[in-house]
Structure formats: structure tokens, C-alpha cells
């Protein structure tokens, strides 16, 4: 028979040890990431979230869909290119959100795709006030059916 010493030496010690569980592994919970298909960047006051290119096929017209937040106290325009040529200015109102993409309150920033769907694309961000920043962001075409409506559009 054990000993309530022993007993409460082992409940002690296993106490000990699930603790330092959470020590050696972080709380993944509280880390920041992109919980979509796309990605996301920080660039200065302004977040973009949720970036996907969406395009037939490498060669062909595509568009970038996603959000900038704007957490500053004014506007800010940020310039934006996944093809190295064509330049979109996405004005971000202060404390607001801008989406890109098609759409009547949307900013359309066209391109042309220079990967296969199921890639990834270098896209540029370029703030006056912060600098110039690139992403990786994955190439969709309408296999997915939340994309086929932006190839129709961009088609």
C-alpha cells in the first residue's frame, strides 16, 4: 500500500510536468496567422489579409482579391503589383478597410498571372510612408467554387 506521501509526491510531480507543457509548447491560439486560403502581410499602419490571386492559367489576366486595413488616423494609398508591370494605388481610408478585387465598392487590381494556379506569386506593396513590401501569395482558378464567380468577372 502507498504511503499519502508518496501519493502526494506523485500527484505533485505530475502536476510539475503538465505544467511545463505549456512552458516548452507555445499557446498556439495566441499567435497571429492566416486563417484562409490566402495570406497576409504588415506593412506599416496598414494589414492585408486574406491575398489570393485568381487566374485561369500562367499567362493569362488575373486579379487580386483581399483587404487592407488601415488602423492609422489618415488615409493612406498603397501601390500594388503581382506582375512587376501594372501598378494599382488602393486608397485605405483611416481606420477602415478597403477589399480589392471585383466589385462596385471593391478596388479591381488587374495583372497578368505568371504561374499555374497551386503556385505562389510575388506580390508588391509600396507605401510613401513605410516602403516598398513583398508577399508570397497562392494563385487560385476556379477548381474552388468561392472563385469561379472573380474568374467570371476578370474573364
Not at 483587404?67 to 500594388?80: G, R
Amino acid at each position: 500500500m502507498k504511503s499519502p506521501v508518496a501519493a502526494g509526491a506523485a500527484v505533485a510531480l505530475a502536476a510539475v510536468a503538465l505544467a511545463g507543457c505549456s512552458y516548452v509548447n507555445p499557446i498556439t491560439t495566441q499567435e497571429n496567422y492566416a486563417a484562409s486560403d490566402g495570406t497576409q502581410l504588415q506593412i506599416g499602419e496598414v494589414e492585408a489579409l486574406n491575398l489570393i490571386v485568381v487566374s485561369p492559367g500562367a499567362g493569362e489576366p488575373g486579379t487580386l482579391i483581399g483587404t487592407l486595413h488601415n488602423s492609422a488616423d489618415e488615409d493612406i494609398d498603397v501601390q500594388v503589383t503581382f506582375d512587376g508591370e501594372t501598378a494599382t494605388t488602393v486608397t485605405v481610408p483611416a481606420g477602415m478597410n478597403q477589399q480589392m478585387g471585383p466589385g462596385d465598392d471593391a478596388t479591381e487590381v488587374p495583372g497578368t498571372t505568371e504561374v499555374l494556379p497551386g503556385l505562389l506569386t510575388e506580390v508588391t506593396f509600396t507605401s510613401q510612408v513605410d516602403g516598398t513590401f513583398t508577399v508570397a501569395v497562392p494563385v487560385m482558378d476556379g477548381t474552388l467554387a468561392e472563385y469561379e464567380d472573380v474568374l467570371e468577372e476578370i474573364g
